[in-house]
């Protein structure tokens, strides 16, 4: 099977061939796999090399002219080195485009802390109008990346990921997707997370929905799934806490509580391999289930 970044290539390629509205900038990163494309629309697959202001300035620039671009680097050249001009070409021009990112928040350790982005959905946060996809598998990247084309002119952020789930969910690019129901609080697992969500809450009387969209936040179906307890466990595969403030917000009228894991602000310096990442931030399955009965014990959930 392909990769999530894989199927984006072969995916943005055909798009290429099916709307004369679609380009692609690169900044060197990713560029092979769309050698056969640029042969094919050298006028749309535009690569800057290693400028990733200019990355999201050529990205922005081909939006006003009435195209559809996506930019495509690693989360940390995309999103932070040149967040003023995201800042400023896309959303101060309030100009459309979709960025498409790789790496995540530790995909590849051995690149260093250079190549880390686990801020880059809490910094987007800061910004308006954004939709963020986080797709679990590659089928899922597929079906996002074709929403998220076609959304007009809307600004779209899809974060890809090595991580993945083991088998694809009917993803729309709009809100949440109920997994399973319980009475004893909910879990959000959001993108590649469902898997070791899953089989850390076995055997607990809890729901769990798919978040594959994190923005705009699904409030509906959060408070949907709830009962009697008000209980939500938040599981990211980026910063911790990101999504609290909006959760909060989601069950403001209601007495609640919100627990937030995801990846901790603390540096981890010795790189190791994504696995032992996992493990090293409490998102594996066997720490997860510990962090949340333990938040859910006090209200009788059982461990």
Do not use: C
């Amino acid at each position: 099977m392909d990769t999530m970044r894989e199927r984006f290539a072969s995916t943005l390629s055909r798009l290429l061939d099916e709307d004369p509205r679609v380009a692609v900038v690169l900044a060197e990163i990713g560029k092979d796999g769309f050698a056969e494309a640029e042969r094919r629309h050298p006028d749309r697959v535009i690569n800057v090399g290693i400028r990733e202001q200019l990355l999201i300035g050529t990205a922005a620039g081909l939006a006003m002219t009435g195209l559809r671009p996506v930019a495509h680097t690693f989360a940390s050249f995309l999103v932070e080195r040149p967040f003023e001009q995201v800042k400023l070409d896309f959303g101060h021009q309030d100009s459309g485009g979709v960025l498409v990112s790789a790496g995540a928040s530790y995909d590849w350790p051995a690149g260093g802390y250079t190549h880390m982005a686990p801020g880059d959905v809490a910094l987007l946060d800061t910004l308006d109008g954004w939709t963020v996809h986080v797709p679990g598998h590659p089928d899922e990247a597929e079906a996002l990346l074709r929403h998220a084309v076609a959304a007009d002119d809307d600004k779209v952020y899809v974060r890809l990921s090595v991580q993945e789930n083991a088998v694809p969910r009917p993803v729309t690019g709009d809100g949440y997707l109920t997994v399973r129901r319980g009475r004893e609080g909910a879990v959000v697992a959001v993108g590649p997370m469902l898997d070791n969500v899953l089989a850390a809450v076995e055997g607990l009387d809890v729901s769990v929905l798919y978040a594959p969209t994190v923005r705009p936040f699904d409030s509906v179906s959060l408070r949907t799934v709830l009962g009697a307890r008000a209980d939500v466990v938040l599981v990211e595969p980026y910063l911790a806490g990101t999504s609290s403030g909006a959760a909060g917000d989601a069950l403001a009228a209601i007495p609640h509580r919100v627990l937030g894991l995801g990846t901790a602000r603390r540096e981890l310096r010795r790189y190791g391999t994504m696995e032992e990442h996992l493990t090293a931030q409490g998102l594996d399955p066997r720490a997860l289930r510990q962090r949340i009965t333990g938040f859910l014990a006090p209200a009788g959930a059982a461990a």
